[in-house]
């Protein structure tokens, strides 16, 4: 058995020695001299005072061996067979892929480990599984991922969330004991998203080494970066389950989701271009692989108050704005007048509808746009029909109350007749209409989360994936964004079954330009859902320019969400121009490679994209807050080609559209912003641009042309 295995990539490689108990002894910079006798390098010394032997960061971690930190495996039989120890069985090493199986012939179990290291973007895929090999119960407690870091990386970057505040990054030293991020809310929540940075203390977005990963699971979750007393360190990513609630018979597997991890030796930035490429190339689907299409959402345009000739006056106006896609927000179906009735009724209301929906989406049809129309399937109000009909049908431990959340409950996926009722409901509805696009809303956390009186967080997850999957069989070209009150069920699986995330419920571009970029470092621009909202946000009654929300909304996937026919002639001319500005550039940003800039005053943040042949870039410049500094210092590009020759186009400014002169913060501007300049990629990159003196909640846009 052929022990020590590497898997290569352009840019990164991992390590491991199979046999007899299996351990990643390596993962960092792809190795282009590496022989198998290098390991011996590694081999530690035994320090006096503690165990005599060494005890390697295996695979499952196990404490039986004598390793005293988090194990990557818990469980037991009525109290036994709780300290498995795993001796490798089998090896299948081809090309990119991994499994090593290996079994504890005492407890009768079997921990399997499946690698896949993507050749081209370093992305490493690794799933473990547990299988139960006797007639006897094991009780799972804890399955994870277990990846050790090197000593040098002792700085964490995660990210922390609210509701309207989500993927704001923070760092902690790691230097002992744990930091532990976790999500006991039924998703993968506003507060914690699944994923952690490890790296170099000081890594930033172009420099620094670098090992992160993410977990592909929408449910509950924890990530811990561990020190040990001996100094070494390990991440663990896990599915977390509450007790009693995985049980393996006779020969079941269980596994845990997939871990998506990458080590970039050249700071964030190279990091999320993995990431993007992984997911351009692996994870995102479309349908029928077309530019996605700009959204109107009609939510904070008219919420629950629905008249098909208005909605059909919205449209119109839609359409002369550019809009491409028209979508019915919440409102639409029976009873559902407000937040406290109807959810479960997906029947069409007639009283508000009286013609059907059909007329509404043939005049959008016939604009020109695609029609879509929300859902949220998983929730039930207890002032409903479906309520009164099932009032069994709740995921609820029997006896308790439970609190609800905006009013509604969460109804019971593993119990079939909810299964059935709600595909049933889809089916029927998407049979009837045309919908090209389903906006997928889970509002509420599971609290209680049971079935049978059993905790069933893991099933329900699983649950509504068969659903989304099943949808996908029957309506292939029907695209779904995953929404959860905006931002709250973001991650790889559930890209897996749909097309778009809606980021946040914030459309204040101030904090949309923090949230978006927060969101960047794990996804591509075309995945994320990004809206010109009302010029008063409704979440933060801020205030701001057509010209700083459009800018914002254009590095995503492009939405306006408000009502066209009330907007001023001003307004409407700004969402017809950003409109028109994201098709322009469209393609690239949504297929380029994406770029952050690290600026020495914070208050100015820079990211673009660079298309892949370094023939064009779009980079916007954003004065968040007062600069800190009279001047605004130069702006060095990444990404472009040193040798070539660009074309420097100011091409979207705020403050000195009408003169071209100066304006309200600088008296003479740069050269630069009265005319094209022509500049080297090299002198761009490390010299840079004299960036323009900008008001708080403004922005400009940049565009380079290779010449
Ligand atoms: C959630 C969503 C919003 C909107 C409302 C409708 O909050 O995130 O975008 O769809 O529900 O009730």
Same mark, same amino acid.
């Given at each position: 058995?052929?022990?020590?295995?590497?898997?290569?990539?352009?840019?990164?490689?991992?390590?491991?020695?199979?046999?007899?108990?299996?351990?990643?002894?390596?993962?960092?910079?792809?190795?282009?001299?590496?022989?198998?006798?290098?390991?011996?390098?590694?081999?530690?010394?035994?320090?006096?005072?503690?165990?005599?032997?060494?005890?390697?960061?295996?695979?499952? #971690?196990?404490?039986?061996?004598?390793?005293?930190?988090?194990?990557?495996?818990?469980?037991?039989?009525?109290?036994?067979?709780?300290?498995?120890?795993?001796? $490798?069985?089998?090896?299948?090493?081809?090309?990119?892929?991994?499994?090593?199986?290996?079994?504890?012939?005492?407890?009768?179990?079997?921990? $399997?480990?499946?690698?896949?290291?993507?050749?081209?973007?370093?992305?490493?895929?690794?799933?473990?599984?547990?299988?139960?090999?006797?007639?006897?119960?094991?009780?799972?407690?804890?399955?994870?991922?277990?990846?050790?870091?090197?000593?040098?990386?002792?700085?964490?970057?995660?990210?922390?969330?609210?509701?309207?505040?989500?993927?704001?990054?923070?760092?902690?030293?790691?230097?002992?004991?744990? +930091?532990?991020?976790?999500?006991?809310?039924?998703?993968?929540?506003?507060? +914690?998203?699944?994923?952690?940075?490890?790296?170099?203390?000081?890594?930033?977005?172009? !420099?620094?080494?670098?090992?992160?990963?993410?977990?592909?699971?929408?449910?509950?979750?924890?990530?811990?970066?561990?020190?040990?007393?001996?100094?070494?360190?390990?991440?663990?990513?896990?599915?977390?389950?509450?007790?009693?609630?995985?049980?393996?018979?006779?020969?079941?597997?269980?596994?845990?989701?997939?871990?998506? #991890?990458?080590?970039?030796?050249?700071?964030? !930035?190279?990091?999320?271009?993995?990431?993007?490429?992984?997911?351009?190339?692996?994870?995102?689907?479309?349908?029928?692989?077309?530019?996605?299409?700009?959204?109107?959402?009609?939510?904070?345009?008219?919420?629950?108050?629905?008249?098909?000739?208005?909605?059909?006056?919205?449209?119109?106006?839609?359409?002369?704005?550019?809009?491409?896609?028209?979508?019915?927000?919440?409102?639409?179906?029976?009873?559902?007048?407000?937040?406290?009735?109807?959810?479960?009724?997906?029947?069409?209301? $007639?009283?508000?509808?009286?013609?059907?929906?059909?007329?509404?989406?043939?005049?959008?049809?016939?604009?020109?746009?695609?029609?879509?129309?929300?859902?949220?399937?998983?929730?039930?109000?207890?002032?409903?029909?479906?309520?009164?009909?099932?009032?069994?049908?709740?995921?609820?431990?029997?006896?308790?109350?439970?609190?609800?959340?905006?009013?509604?409950?969460?109804?019971?996926?593993?119990?079939?007749?909810?299964?059935?009722?709600?595909?049933?409901?889809?089916?029927?509805?998407?049979?009837?209409?045309?919908?090209? +696009?389903?906006?997928?809303?889970? !509002?509420?956390?599971?609290?209680?989360?049971?079935?049978?009186?059993?905790?069933?967080?893991?099933?329900?997850?699983?649950?509504?994936?068969?659903?989304?999957?099943?949808?996908?069989?029957?309506?292939?070209?029907?695209?779904?964004?995953?929404?959860?009150?905006?931002?709250?069920?973001?991650? +790889?699986?559930?890209?897996?079954?749909?097309?778009?995330?809606?980021?946040?419920?914030? !459309?204040?571009?101030?904090?949309?330009?923090?949230?978006?970029?927060?969101?960047?470092?794990?996804?591509?621009?075309?995945?994320?859902?990004?809206?010109?909202?009302?010029?008063?946000?409704?979440? $933060?009654?801020?205030?701001?320019?057509?010209?700083?929300?459009?800018?914002?909304?254009?590095?995503?996937?492009?939405?306006?969400?408000?009502?066209?026919?009330? #907007?001023?002639?001003?307004?409407?001319?700004?969402?017809?121009?950003?409109?028109?500005?994201?098709?322009?550039?469209?393609?690239?940003?949504?297929?380029?490679?994406?770029?952050?800039?690290?600026?020495?005053?914070?208050?100015?943040?820079?990211?673009?994209?660079?298309?892949?042949?370094?023939?064009?870039?779009?980079?916007?410049?954003?004065?968040?807050?007062?600069?800190?500094?009279?001047?605004?210092?130069?702006?060095?590009?990444?990404?472009?080609?040193?040798?070539?020759?660009?074309?420097?186009?100011?091409?979207?400014?705020?403050?000195?559209?009408?003169?071209?002169?100066?304006?309200?913060?600088?008296?003479?501007?740069?050269?630069?912003?009265?005319?094209?300049?022509?500049?080297?990629?090299?002198?761009?990159?490390?010299?840079?641009?004299?960036?323009?003196?900008?008001?708080?909640?403004?922005?400009?846009?940049?565009?380079?042309?290779?010449?």
């Amino acid at each position: 058995m052929k022990s020590i295995v590497r898997l290569q990539s352009q840019s990164n490689d991992i390590v491991i020695r199979c046999a007899p108990r299996a351990e990643i002894i390596y993962w960092g910079p792809h190795l282009t001299h590496f022989q198998e006798n290098d390991i011996e390098s590694l081999i530690r010394p035994i320090a006096n005072g503690r165990l005599d032997v060494d005890t390697p960061i295996t695979l499952a #971690a196990e404490n039986g061996s004598g390793l005293f930190g988090s194990p990557g495996l818990e469980g037991h039989r009525h109290g036994q067979d709780a300290f498995p120890i795993f001796t $490798t069985q089998s090896i299948s090493h081809h090309q990119q892929r991994l499994v090593i199986e290996a079994t504890d012939e005492i407890a009768k179990l079997r921990f $399997t480990s499946e690698f896949y290291l993507d050749p081209d973007t370093g992305v490493l895929q690794l799933r473990n599984g547990i299988t139960n090999l006797t007639s006897q119960t094991w009780q799972l407690e804890r399955l994870a991922v277990t990846l050790p870091i090197p000593e040098r990386a002792s700085e964490v970057m995660a990210f922390h969330g609210r509701w309207l505040r989500e993927f704001q990054p923070h760092r902690v030293a790691l230097t002992h004991g744990s +930091y532990s991020q976790e999500s006991r809310r039924g998703r993968t929540s506003h507060e +914690y998203f699944p994923a952690m940075i490890i790296g170099e203390p000081g890594f930033n977005e172009q !420099n620094g080494a670098i090992w992160a990963l993410h977990l592909g699971w929408s449910g509950n979750h924890r990530i811990q970066a561990d020190v040990k007393t001996d100094g070494r360190r390990l991440v663990q990513a896990e599915a977390l389950y509450f007790p009693g609630e995985i049980e393996l018979e006779a020969n079941d597997t269980h596994w845990t989701p997939w871990v998506y #991890a990458t080590y970039s030796g050249h700071g964030l !930035n190279h990091m999320s271009q993995q990431y993007h490429s992984y997911l351009r190339h692996h994870i995102i689907r479309f349908a029928e692989n077309k530019p996605r299409p700009v959204h109107l959402n009609t939510w904070e345009g008219i919420y629950f108050d629905h008249d098909p000739e208005y909605i059909m006056q919205m449209a119109t106006k839609a359409a002369q704005i550019g809009v491409e896609r028209f979508i019915i927000d919440d409102g639409w179906f029976k009873g559902r007048h407000d937040d406290q009735a109807a959810l479960g009724d997906w029947y069409l209301d $007639t009283e508000k509808y009286p013609n059907g929906l059909t007329p509404i989406i043939d005049h959008v049809r016939k604009l020109g746009m695609e029609f879509g129309i929300w859902f949220e399937p998983e929730m039930i109000n207890k002032n409903s029909m479906l309520y009164q009909a099932h009032p069994d049908w709740l995921l609820e431990l029997p006896g308790y109350d439970q609190p609800t959340g905006r009013y509604q409950y969460v109804l019971d996926l593993s119990n079939d007749d909810v299964f059935r009722y709600l595909l049933e409901r889809l089916t029927a509805l998407l049979n009837e209409y045309p919908v090209d +696009y389903i906006k997928w809303d889970m !509002n509420r956390e599971l609290v209680q989360p049971c079935h049978q009186g059993k905790p069933h967080a893991y099933q329900q997850t699983l649950r509504f994936y068969e659903l989304l999957d099943i949808l996908h069989e029957r309506f292939p070209n029907t695209e779904i964004e995953s929404c959860a009150s905006g931002g709250g069920r973001i991650d +790889y699986e559930v890209l897996k079954r749909t097309q778009r995330f809606w980021a946040s419920d914030n !459309n204040d571009a101030l904090e949309r330009q923090t949230i978006q970029k927060g969101m960047s470092y794990f996804f591509p621009p075309e995945v994320m859902g990004a809206h010109i909202g009302n010029k008063h946000c409704h979440a $933060t009654r801020r205030q701001h320019s057509i010209e700083f929300r459009g800018i914002t909304a254009l590095f995503g996937h492009m939405g306006i969400e408000l009502d066209p026919v009330k #907007a001023e002639i001003s307004e409407l001319d700004g969402y017809t121009k950003y409109v028109a500005l994201h098709k322009q550039f469209r393609s690239l940003i949504h297929s380029g490679q994406f770029w952050r800039v690290d600026m020495s005053d914070p208050s100015i943040q820079v990211q673009g994209v660079v298309s892949p042949a370094r023939e064009q870039a779009l980079f916007s410049i954003a004065q968040l807050a007062m600069p800190d500094y009279t001047l605004a210092g130069q702006l060095r590009f990444p990404g472009l080609a040193p040798d070539a020759t660009y074309k420097v186009t100011l091409i979207d400014h705020p403050d000195i559209k009408p003169v071209r002169e100066g304006g309200h913060t600088m008296r003479d501007l740069p050269i630069w912003m009265n005319q094209s300049i022509r500049v080297s990629g090299e002198w761009l990159m490390t010299a840079g641009l004299s960036l323009p003196i900008l008001d708080p909640e403004t922005a400009i846009l940049i565009s380079l042309t290779r010449q």
